[in-house]
């Protein structure tokens, strides 16, 4: 069997890395682990090893727990996807278990003729160069495909994000995000936020590491319009399928930007739309739009 390209998919603020994999999942040129964040090729420290295997044991009892009731309703669909992740969990907890080294068993156990092992995380955006070293370290073709998105929406969908995770019983969520986001515009907490939304830093860093053939970036609005969807496809050297009906992640979520708040971000990130501006010719509608606001 010829050597796989490992193709990691990273994003900034909620830029469709969880659309990409639930859309390449079942294509035949790639092959998916059941578990779409298992950070098996970052976790080089003992503090971020640890840190991975309590997360991982409690998704795996989550699983079980989903299974159950997944028994209990007679739904087979889910019976077997739900095993399916078990089996990958405790794979997983077996490959993190075992002394650190250059193993690449975990993530193409299991795979048939696919040409493409797919990573998708949002994470790996911040991967520090120590690590990034490890990853072009593997004896494996690497190639890395990084998804930007209007700077604007991506905010917003990272603080209703966070928002919403932080939320307590009685709390108003639109209260609760317009309260975060004044502290990002401060530069006072959750600062974070931004971090991987600042694509002049990162998209710098990763160009400095990966060579042009390996770093693919494109706009996570494309990802669902049928022709710019197509030359994403050609670009990594993939048959293009019809997209299936995936809902954007946060998407939803009920909490409009407010109008005076919206005028004081886009000042804010006006140095995003600068740098996409220069480095970029064609631009998706919403992100041209808002980046002729901020001149």
């Given at each position: ?9 990273v ?9 990409v994999y639930?859309?390449?999942h079942d ?5 998916v682990?059941s578990i779409?964040e ?5 976790i ?6 640890m840190?991975q295997?309590?997360v991982v ?12 009731e ?5 739904d087979?669909i889910?019976i077997l996807?739900?095993s399916?992740r ?14 650190y080294s250059?193993d690449?068993e975990?993530p193409?156990?299991?795979r048939?003729?696919?040409m493409?092992l797919?990573?998708?995380t949002?994470?790996y955006?911040l991967i520090d160069?120590v690590?990034?070293?490890?990853v072009?370290a593997?004896?494996?073709r690497v190639k ?6 209007d700077p604007?929406?991506?905010l917003?969908?990272h603080?209703?994000m966070?928002?919403?995770r932080r939320m307590q019983?009685g709390?108003?969520l639109?209260v609760t995000?317009r309260?975060i986001?004044?502290r990002?515009l401060?530069n006072q907490k959750?600062?974070h936020?931004m971090i ?5 830093s990162?998209i ?11 770093f693919?970036?494109g ?8 022709p710019?969807?197509d ?5 990594r050297g993939?048959?293009?399928?019809s997209?299936?009906?995936i809902k954007?992640?946060?998407v939803?979520l ?7 708040q919206?005028?004081d ?6 140095a995003?739309?600068?740098f ?5 010719a064609?631009l ?6 808002n ?5």
């Amino acid at each position: 069997m010829a050597d796989p390209t490992l193709l990691i998919c990273v994003g900034a603020n909620e830029a469709g890395t969880s659309w990409v994999y639930l859309y390449l999942h079942d294509h035949e040129t790639y092959y998916v682990r059941s578990i779409k964040e298992y950070r098996y090729f970052s976790i080089i420290k003992t503090e971020k090893l640890m840190c991975q295997m309590k997360v991982v044991n409690r998704l795996l009892m989550q699983y079980a727990v989903w299974r159950i009731e997944a028994e209990a309703a007679d739904d087979i669909i889910c019976i077997l996807s739900l095993s399916c992740r078990i089996d990958d969990t405790k794979a997983l907890i077996m490959a993190l278990s075992a002394e650190y080294s250059a193993d690449f068993e975990y993530p193409q156990a299991g795979r048939n003729d696919a040409m493409v092992l797919l990573y998708a995380t949002p994470a790996y955006v911040l991967i520090d160069p120590v690590e990034i070293a490890r990853v072009l370290a593997l004896p494996i073709r690497v190639k890395l495909q990084y998804l930007m998105r209007d700077p604007l929406g991506g905010l917003w969908s990272h603080v209703r994000m966070v928002a919403k995770r932080r939320m307590q019983a009685g709390q108003d969520l639109l209260v609760t995000c317009r309260d975060i986001m004044r502290r990002v515009l401060n530069n006072q907490k959750d600062v974070h936020i931004m971090i991987r939304g600042d694509y002049k830093s990162n998209i710098s860093s990763l160009a400095s590491v990966f060579d042009h053939w390996q770093f693919l970036i494109g706009f996570s609005e494309n990802l669902q319009d049928g022709p710019k969807s197509d030359a994403m496809c050609a670009c990594r050297g993939i048959k293009a399928t019809s997209a299936p009906e995936i809902k954007p992640a946060h998407v939803g979520l009920a909490a409009p930007f407010p109008e005076g708040q919206r005028r004081d971000t886009l000042a804010f990130l006006r140095a995003q739309y600068d740098f996409i501006a220069d480095n970029f010719a064609e631009l998706p509608k919403n992100l041209l739009q808002n980046s002729e606001l901020t001149a």
